[in-house]
C-alpha cells in the first residue's frame, strides 16, 4: 500500500510557476507509476500527467504539454510536478497518484478511482 501527501500549492499569478510535490510512503512506491490528476469547480476529475516507475517514460494531457514536467526521485521517495506559464484555467485542486502496472494506464483512474492510491490534494489558483 502506498500513503501520498502533496504539497506546494498556492496562488500565483498567470504567467507564474509552481512546483508541487508527492511525498510517498510505503514499499511499492519505486514499482508504481505515478501521476498527478486535478479537479476544478463544478468539473471531473481529470488527467494531467503520469510517469512510469523509472521515470523512463512520461505522458501528459494536451493541455498542459510543453508547460508542465513531471520527474520523480525514488530514493526520496518523491514525485513532482513543475508547472510553468500558468494559466488561469488551470486553478483546480490537484491530486496525486499512484498505482500498479503501466503509466499510460492512466485512463483507468479516470474511470474508477480505486484502481489507485490518492492524496488528500493541494489547492493551486492562478489569477488573471
Known amino acids: 500500500q502506498v500513503q501520498l501527501v502533496e504539497s506546494g500549492g498556492g496562488l500565483v499569478q498567470a504567467g507564474g510557476s509552481l512546483r508541487l510535490s508527492c511525498a510517498a510512503s510505503?514499499?511499492?512506491?519505486?514499482?508504481?507509476?505515478m501521476g498527478w490528476f486535478r479537479q476544478a469547480p463544478g468539473k471531473e476529475r481529470e488527467f494531467v500527467a503520469a510517469?512510469?516507475?523509472?521515470?523512463?517514460?512520461?505522458y501528459y494531457a494536451d493541455s498542459v504539454k510543453g508547460r508542465f514536467i513531471v520527474s520523480r526521485d525514488n530514493a526520496k521517495n518523491t514525485v513532482y510536478l513543475q508547472m510553468n506559464s500558468l494559466k488561469p484555467e488551470d486553478t483546480a485542486v490537484y491530486y496525486c497518484?499512484?498505482?500498479?502496472?503501466?503509466?499510460?494506464?492512466?485512463?483507468?483512474?479516470?474511470?474508477?478511482?480505486?484502481?489507485?492510491?490518492w492524496g488528500q490534494g493541494t489547492q493551486v489558483t492562478v489569477s488573471s
Open positions: 510505503g514499499r511499492t512506491f519505486s514499482s508504481s507509476a
Open positions: 497518484a499512484a498505482w500498479t502496472g503501466s503509466a499510460v494506464s492512466y485512463s483507468l483512474l479516470v474511470r474508477d478511482r480505486k484502481k489507485g492510491y
Open positions: 510517469i512510469s516507475w523509472s521515470g523512463g517514460s512520461t
